[in-house]
């Protein structure tokens, strides 16, 4: 695994050449990657120009136990050409930070200058419902795991772009904002842990996200973040976090995600 990434940026430019030659597309504008079983949501952004299994792309492994088959798909929403990574890997599947970040450096490579990331979460704040959206607004990288290798010191200020968070919220002025805190998962965490989040300032729980973005902006892209809210984060309901219930506020939630995802990307334009 670790030799397929030796040259990371030549292992996204090989996947990148591959992309252009299953999708007869070039250049991507726009990339955006969503949470599992999102599908629905992806159907609202345009017409489908072309859709594969992620692993026909050199660099994308198959699905690890703990993971789901990712999807990839080239969407022309009204001219802007969308890349859309249906399903991502997470660092809880144990091939360590370089497939987590495969899709976003690929996507840099084939020409896009935006990125969203997307995810579910759970949420702090006791108002923000099974199924809110909310922005990312900053994050806490709890564990410190990075794309970056050596001395490559970049900057984190306004890494989830204020410009675009502003565009979000002409699409729907009630979204909050809000701080994601990453674990590694893929327990949830325990209520002393979200305890320690709070403390520290963080509002959103979850297990992804946050090495995509440091690997974006290592790229130079610009960058959005959305949360689907899909449960309260543990200890705060008195009951049991339940994967079940969390899958099914996602999946409920799917299409008022993807309608907004579609708003933004026609605001963007
Ligand atoms: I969906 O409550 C979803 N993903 N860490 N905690 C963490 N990840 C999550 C949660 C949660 N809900």
């Known amino acids: 695994m670790t030799d397929l990434y030796e040259d990371p940026k030549a292992a ?10 299953l999708t007869g597309v070039d250049q991507h504008d726009v990339a955006i990657v969503l949470g599992s079983g999102w599908g629905h949501a992806a159907d609202l952004f345009g017409r489908t120009v072309a859709e594969f299994p992620a692993t026909e792309l050199p660099g994308f492994p198959p699905p690890s136990a703990l993971g789901h088959a990712g999807t990839i798909r080239s969407v022309d929403a009204d001219g802007i050409r969308v890349l859309v990574f249906l399903g991502r890997s997470h660092l809880y599947e144990g091939r360590g930070v370089e497939p987590v970040v495969h899709p976003v450096r690929t996507a840099a490579a084939a020409g896009c200058r935006t990125i969203v990331l997307t995810n579910g979460c759970g949420g702090l704040d006791p108002t923000w ?3 809110t959206p909310v922005l990312i607004a900053d994050h806490l990288n709890l564990f410190g795991v990075t794309p970056l290798r050596g001395a490559t010191f970049i900057d984190m200020t306004d890494l ?4 675009l968070r502003s565009i979000a919220r002409e699409v729907d002025p009630t979204l909050a904002e809000g701080v994601y805190a990453q674990f590694l998962g893929p ?5 002393a842990e ?11 729980v979850g297990m992804s996200t946050v090495q995509e973005a ?15 809210v899909t449960n309260l984060a543990a200890g ?3 009951q049991p976090l339940s994967h079940a219930e969390v899958l099914e506020a996602g999946k409920a939630a799917a299409e008022h995600m993807g309608g907004l995802l579609a708003g933004i990307l026609r605001h963007m334009a």
């Open 236 to 238: 705060m309901t008195g």
């Open 194 to 204: 979200i305890g320690m989040v709070r403390a520290v300032g963080g509002t959103l």
């Open 187 to 191: 327990q949830y965490e325990t209520p």
């Open 214 to 228: 440091i690997a974006a902006r290592e790229a130079g892209m610009e960058i959005l973040g959305v949360s689907l």
């Open 160 to 163: 989830y772009s204020a410009r």
């Open 129 to 131: 419902k099974p199924g």
């Open 12 to 21: 996204a430019d090989e996947a990148a050449k591959k992309l252009a030659q």
